[in-house]
């Protein structure tokens, strides 16, 4: 099976389907969308399906989901797949990250630079990092996990840092 991905009414890309035994596999593929973190959904005729956040891979957005097959049956027929926003930097106090050393750890700092969808923000003394999350990746700052807060609904991992540049619990 094959859908039309849309997002704000236009088609951008595509969903798969493929049967695997028990198991059903989803992955998702559509043109880059910029400003933000986007989430796709399948509508059934009986309930939707939340498939999770396209992640940027190779100048595309890709998902890749597994689930059992019972659950999807659940929806009924695929009637539509779209993307929504989930999280934007359009907000003025979000902000790209400033070129050079942020986190004064060298390892952290290149980590930080591989991820062109990092965000930060001014907060009280502080500041704040935002980087894109989803479950099937590999955890953004691994160094950091403790000191996260996973906002799983928003597709990001959100950091809290204070005036000397240290993690917040």
Request: aromatic fraction near 8%; include cysteine.
């Amino acid at each position: 099976m094959r859908c039309p991905l849309r997002c704000e009414g236009r088609t951008l890309g595509e969903v798969r389907r493929r049967d695997e035994g028990c198991t059903v596999v989803f992955e998702a593929e559509c043109e880059c969308l910029t400003d933000g973190l986007y989430r796709a959904y399948l509508t059934g005729e009986n309930g939707e399906l939340p498939l999770g956040v396209l992640a940027p891979e190779d100048g595309r957005l890709r998902l890749r989901k597994r689930f059992p097959a019972r659950e999807t049956e659940k929806i009924g027929r695929i009637t539509e797949a779209r993307a929504e926003k989930s999280f934007s930097f359009t907000d003025e106090s979000w902000k790209p990250l400033p070129p050079g050393p942020l986190l004064q750890n060298a390892r952290l700092d290149r980590a930080l630079a591989a991820i062109p969808e990092a965000r930060m923000r001014r907060s009280g003394g502080g500041w704040e990092l935002a980087l894109p999350y989803a479950p099937e990746r590999p955890f953004p700052l691994p160094e950091l996990f403790c000191f996260a807060r996973v906002d799983a609904s928003g597709g990001r991992v959100l950091y809290r840092f204070d005036e000397k540049n240290h993690p917040i619990f």
